[in-house]
Nanobody, 113 residues
Framework: QVVASGGGMVQPGGSLRLSCTAS????????MSWYRQTPGNQRDWVAS???????LVAESVEGRFTISRDNVKNTLLLQMNKVKPEDTAVYYC?????????WGQGTQVTVSS
């Protein structure tokens, strides 16, 4: 089971931290990613972290968002700083483990003054 949380409303320039917990699978050996989606659009990749901690982030969020993982707590994190209105979306976490793909249910992030 993959569960995302931490979304909400934040003002432009503010910060928010998303969490994603995974159970029932080998968390430490999984590759994980964050995606986001706005109504009527495809789901876009935001950031990824490999099982050994190598990270990649999309150019649109580079320097503002940080992806990390806590293998003890089985938790994936996305630290969002200096958020912009265009970051408004439903954020999804994706876990890839032994060739199987698991998606969380999504958490809404709204950036508005």
């Amino acid at each position: 089971q993959v569960v995302a949380s931490g979304g909400g409303m934040v003002q432009p320039g503010g910060s928010l931290r998303l969490s994603c917990t995974a159970s029932g699978l080998s968390f430490s050996s999984s590759g994980m990613s964050w995606y986001r989606q706005t109504p009527g659009n495809q789901r876009d990749w935001v950031a990824s972290i490999s099982s050994d901690g190598v990270t990649l982030v999309a150019e649109s969020v580079e320097g503002r968002f940080t992806i990390s993982r806590d293998n003890v707590k089985n938790t994936l994190l996305l630290q969002m700083n200096k958020v912009k209105p265009e970051d408004t979306a439903v954020y999804y976490c994706k876990v890839v483990n032994r060739g199987s793909v698991y998606w969380g249910q999504g958490t809404q992030v709204t950036v508005s003054s």
